[in-house]
């Protein structure tokens, strides 16, 4: 056996354990004794000042969550081991699931030393995978409104009784909500990929406006909770429950647009359950109450929630996966600000027999030096969690795989691409062969030769492009951020099974800017 293969039984057989914790046996009060043990470790640190910067709040809530919902409901009662055991696991699997789908993909190289310890390093070079790390973080409103005076006023208040129910005055909700509101369009404009309009439809009556709207307050609600009971030391004094129809009814006065039958539809899309994301799934189904955590409302992937949330259900993704595709018509429309290029879009691919054997998505040339540029372009949801970037990274291969196909065939006069009349002919160009994603970069080899991944959010930032086989060129070899200069390569360790100690590199991004600019020739 391997090293990689023994470490993947290990990472295997913990997981197996944390199934075995005796937190599963315990009743529905589980999962509030969960995240309140979270909230109060959270409140705890901040009241120090404490920092940790690896700990992701709401991935570790997102966990556990995932794990109780995996779980029947028990009979056994709930004790305060059982609680810190689940949550000290939990921490352990932020660092462990990563390591798994690195193991998965191959991402690692495993060594072994000393009969336990387990050495694991990078086997890519990872500079696109740091480069979406710092377009990422660049994906950040310059500024977001701080709370105004009266609402600091009135939580400070608050914050004399710590039981104090929640009731806002409407004066100072509908100030925290017109705050959450700007903060929800800030972030959506900032990605580069145009975001949804207002009226995408969704399905059921909803639509992306409306879903923003009804999100908007659940922060405003989630931020005023916070703030009122900042300073609690009781746990779950952050938290803010209601019944649904009380929860419906609040959203009826914050929401003035949103007729009461949409509010309960998008109440329960955002409502977690079996296989859904706390990260989309917002609301929380708590013993007959609806739980809403602070932690987590955050408003930095609206687009992604509001998509995710509709494509839950398998027989309504269609038509939203259809029009998920009309927005890689982007990648046209940027391709045409080229000077002197000519675009050509959707290109049918068919056999000697007239037969459709596929499409070349998008197709650019340059007349002048007769080089183009073929991309077969995807467009899935924006990944938000680990399982999501692991699936949109097999979107890639698999496109790389698609696209490979029908290169051999028009290489091989197999087949003919109907390209536009006054083109000169396939076999006369000198073409290059990429897959195009809306965000997602890959450090891993394609399986395919001599063929690129790139994503439009990384194009849209090399700045002016003066000619195609300018751009080709940076395609082929992309700027990507400078190790030691723009991010450094550290450790971390991770005890396992008692006996085991598991040493990963990991990448860290450096507090400096970074951007993927063409680099400039030199006159």
């Known amino acids: 056996m391997t090293p990689e293969q023994e470490l993947k039984e290990l990472v295997s057989d913990w997981r197996e354990q944390v199934d075995r914790l005796p937190i599963w046996s315990a009743g529905e009060e589980r999962l509030h004794a969960l995240i309140s043990r979270v909230l109060s470790i959270k409140a705890g640190t901040a009241r120090i000042g404490a920092t940790f910067p690896e700990l992701s709040w709401d991935a570790l809530v997102d966990i556990l969550m995932s794990w109780h919902f995996k779980h029947p409901i028990g009979t056994s009662p709930c004790r305060e081991k059982d609680i810190s055991d689940a949550v000290r696991a939990a921490m352990t699997a932020m660092r462990l699931e990563p390591l798994a789908a690195a193991l998965h993909a191959g991402a690692y190289r495993v060594r072994k030393t000393g009969g336990a310890k387990f050495r694991v390093s990078f086997k890519w070079n990872m500079g696109l995978e740091v480069a979406d790390m710092h377009l990422e973080r660049q994906a950040t ?74 999100l908007a307050a659940l922060m405003a609600t989630a931020e005023l909770g916070e703030m009122a009971h900042s300073t609690a030391r009781t746990r779950g004094a952050t938290l803010h429950h209601s019944t649904e129809e009380a929860l419906i009814e609040w959203l009826g006065r914050l929401c003035a647009n949103v007729p009461q039958a949409l509010a309960v539809k998008a109440i329960q899309r955002l409502m977690a359950g079996p296989g859904k994301s706390l990260r989309t799934s917002l609301l929380i189904p708590n013993s007959g109450l609806v739980t809403v955590l602070p932690l987590v409302m955050f408003p930095r992937a609206i687009d992604a929630i509001v998509l995710r949330t509709a494509a839950s259900d398998p027989a309504r993704y269609g038509p939203i996966g259809k029009r998920q595709g009309q927005r890689a018509k982007v990648w046209g429309d940027w ?5 002197g290029i000519k675009v050509a879009e959707g290109a049918k691919v068919r056999t000697l027999t007239g037969q459709v054997a596929g499409d070349l998505d998008v197709v650019a040339l340059d007349p002048a030096s007769r080089k183009g540029l073929i991309l077969e372009i995807k467009w899935p949801i924006d990944a938000l969690t680990l399982a999501e970037t692991a699936k949109t990274n097999q979107i890639i291969m698999l496109a790389s795989t698609q696209l490979g196909k029908l290169r051999r065939e028009l290489t091989a006069d197999a087949v003919q691409a109907k390209l536009p009349p006054d083109w000169p002919a396939f076999n006369e160009i000198d073409w290059t062969w990429g897959v195009g994603m809306p965000q997602q970069l890959t450090s891993q080899p394609l399986p395919e030769p001599e063929m690129f991944a790139t994503s439009f959010r990384y194009v849209s930032h090399l700045g002016p492009i003066n000619s195609l086989p300018e751009l080709v060129s940076v395609l082929k070899n992309p700027v990507v951020p400078e190790l030691n200069k723009h991010y450094t390569i550290g450790n971390i360790t991770i005890p396992l099974h008692e006996r085991y100690s598991v040493r990963i590199e990991r990448l860290e991004c450096v507090e400096v800017d970074w951007s993927p600019t063409m680099p400039t020739t030199p006159s």
């Open 141 to 214: 409103p310059a500024h977001l409104e701080e709370p105004t005076e009266r609402e600091l006023q009135w939580a400070s208040e608050q914050a004399r009784n710590k039981f104090n129910p929640f009731l806002p005055p409407d004066d100072v909700i509908s100030a925290t909500m017109e705050r959450t509101r700007r903060a929800v369009q800030a972030w959506r404009a900032v990605h580069q990929d145009p975001p949804l309009s207002d009226d995408t439809d969704l399905g059921e009556g909803l639509n992306v406006g409306t879903m923003a709207e009804v």
């Open 335 to 339: 391709l045409r600000t080229i000077p």
